[in-house]
């Protein structure tokens, strides 16, 4: 995965109208083309009457996949626009569609452009983007004493560090998700801070995302 890609959490519908001209984006995410094209046939079906269902996709890691299709509009007017707004929000495994409804007013090659962008824009902007991370559960293990001092630690690194579970018995054992570029500096930072009272394991490297300010494990 390519740092700084990001996905679709949750889909969503934006629409706006230009000169008569209903644009419907519809937002999804994906994990193969099989899927992307499924999708647009059921978007087809399920806007039959619309002159226009233009689609554009990525998929994979570091965005191997790429497709679009105009669907009957002038040659580079509508997919390959909307696939460079997926492009320049650096988002992947995501598909979107935009469905147009002929409003009887010709938009001109720059118009169409700008209009599928626009609406590709208004379908992100009703979505739930979020970020691929890479991290480590750390299992630390210590006294009741040090709990506080690594909560402290790990309260003061907001979007690296997440405190993510607790287990109270004669010791504490802390369930602690730390962004991989930090993990190495962390470790060191809650050692010193309890003097070396803990003991940390390193679980396998694990995907996740960031949504309202908690991570989900993917």
Known sequence: MEKGWKIIYR????????????FIAQIFSIKSEEEAFALV????KQYWDARHNCYAFIVGERGEVQRYSDDGEPGGTAGKP???VLLAEEITNCLVVVT???GGVLLGTGGLVRAYQQAVKEGLAASDVVRKEKGNILMVETD???MGKIQYAASGEEEK??????????????KILAQKDFVEAFIKKITEATNGKTLINK?????YVIVEGKPVLL
């Open 82 to 84: 909307m696939l460079e």
């Open 41 to 44: 046939d059921a978007q087809k």
């Open 11 to 22: 889909g969503g519908k934006g629409e706006i109208v230009e000169k008569k001209s209903r």
């Open 100 to 102: 147009r409804y002929f």
């Open 203 to 207: 679980e396998e490297e694990r995907v």
């Open 161 to 174: 560090v997440f405190v993510t579970d607790c287990i109270y018995t004669d010791k504490v054992t802390m």
């Open 144 to 146: 009741y004493n040090s």
